[in-house]
Structure formats: structure tokens, C-alpha cells
T-cell receptor, first 112, second 111 residues
């Protein structure tokens, strides 16, 4: 049973526009959420995180929103740049789970 | 560059064999995590070590084992290999919080 779900395997966005990547979770005990970015042949790179006591965290072009009642989080990238093309993983920790629980990823493609 | 190193980068071996994957964490990080990423699955947590001691276990098979040495590097041992063990194996280290920093991975191919 997947506790962290990324329902869009891929997303195509025009350069300069906003990219919105979505993630849903089922374990209400998760208390920390992270986004990782992964290029081919490299390991995941930490991007941004949010604690369950917040509903928004911003870092430059990246903003993560958390809606606890809906068990939903999203990553906004504004403006999208060609170097943002990568696979983005949503991950969660806490709730009695050991290690990070990952979604299956969304492949973001930024088109010129 | 995350500061986490993994060797080897690629490994090709036959069914029934045993291999060892190595990981060196970032300087100062006491925690090491191992993850497996196969084609049809996302990243699956295998096991965590903290300062030489096993801290948590995830979906790790009995044929797999790990250890963390006094210099904090870690090794993941995979034995009696099966075709289904072919995957990317990632090591991550953490300073103590929830943020983990991943190495480049070892791609294991079992033929």
C-alpha cells in the first residue's frame, strides 16, 4: 500500500511559467515532508522541506504548500527554467515509519 | 555534489553470487541509510545505521545485511542474488534531522 502518491508520472511546462507538482499521502502521522530532485545517473538532491506545523515554506523559486486536512502537498516552481527538467520525488517522514517514504516521482519537462 | 560517495558505480554479477556495496557519508554525519530503487518501485528504505549501530529496518530481505564501521563508512551486503535484485542502490547520510543527502548510487545488474 503506497503511503505517498504522486499521481502524475510526467508534467510538461513552458519555460517561464509556473510548474506545480502534486503529492498525496495517507498516513496522517507523517510530520515532515521533503521534495527531492533527481537527474539521470545521479542521486536525489534535497530541494525543500516543510514541517507539519507549517502550511507554506519558500526558498527562492521553490515554494512548498501543505494542506494537512486534505493530506496533500504541492511544489511550485516559479519561473520554470530548463535546468528544472528532472524527476521530482515527494517524501515523508514520521508516523512510525523508519527512513523516508517516497512517492514514485514526477518527471518534469520544461519546454523552451 | 552531496558529499556522499558510493562505490562501485556499476556492478554486474550472476544469480547466486554475493556482492558488497560501499558508502562513505558526508563528513560529520553519523546516520547512514540504504535505499533500493527498482524499475517498478520508487525508492524503498532498507536499513539505517547510526554511529555504528543498527537503528531501523525497512523492507530489507534476509539475504541482505549491512554494517557501519568505526570510521562511519557503511557496507551493504547482498547474497544469493536473484534477477529481481537488479536495481539502483542508494546510500544517504544525515546530520541528525530529517533531511538526507544521497550518494550517486550503485547500479546492480544480476544476470
Amino acid at each position: 500500500d503506497q503511503q505517498v502518491k504522486q499521481n502524475s508520472p510526467s508534467l510538461s511546462v513552458q519555460e517561464g511559467r509556473i510548474s506545480i507538482l502534486n503529492c498525496d499521502y495517507t498516513n496522517s502521522m507523517f510530520d515532515y515532508f521533503l521534495w527531492y530532485k533527481k537527474y539521470p545517473a545521479e542521486g536525489p538532491t534535497f530541494l525543500i522541506s516543510i514541517s507539519s506545523i507549517k502550511d507554506k515554506n519558500e526558498d527562492g523559486r521553490f515554494t512548498v504548500f501543505l494542506n494537512k486536512s486534505a493530506k496533500h502537498l504541492s511544489l511550485h516552481i516559479v519561473p520554470s527554467q530548463p535546468g528544472d527538467s528532472a524527476v521530482y520525488f515527494c517524501a515523508a517522514s514520521g508516523g512510525g515509519a523508519d527512513g523516508l517514504t517516497f512517492g514514485k516521482g514526477t518527471h518534469l519537462i520544461i519546454q523552451p | 555534489d552531496s558529499g556522499v560517495t558510493q562505490t562501485p558505480k556499476h556492478l554486474i554479477t550472476a544469480t547466486g553470487q554475493r556482492v558488497t556495496l560501499r558508502c562513505s557519508p558526508r563528513s560529520g554525519d553519523l546516520s547512514v541509510y540504504w535505499y533500493q530503487q527498482s524499475l517498478d518501485q520508487g525508492l524503498q528504505f532498507l536499513i539505517q545505521y547510526y554511529n555504528g549501530e543498527e537503528r531501523a529496518k525497512g523492507n530489507i530481505l534476509e539475504r541482505f545485511s549491512a554494517q557501519q564501521f568505526p570510521d562511519l563508512h557503511s557496507e551493504l551486503n547482498l547474497s544469493s542474488l536473484e534477477l529481481g535484485d537488479s536495481a539502483l542502490y542508494f546510500c544517504a547520510s544525515a546530520p541528525g534531522g530529517d533531511e538526507q543527502y544521497f550518494g550517486p548510487g550503485t547500479r546492480l545488474t544480476v544476470t
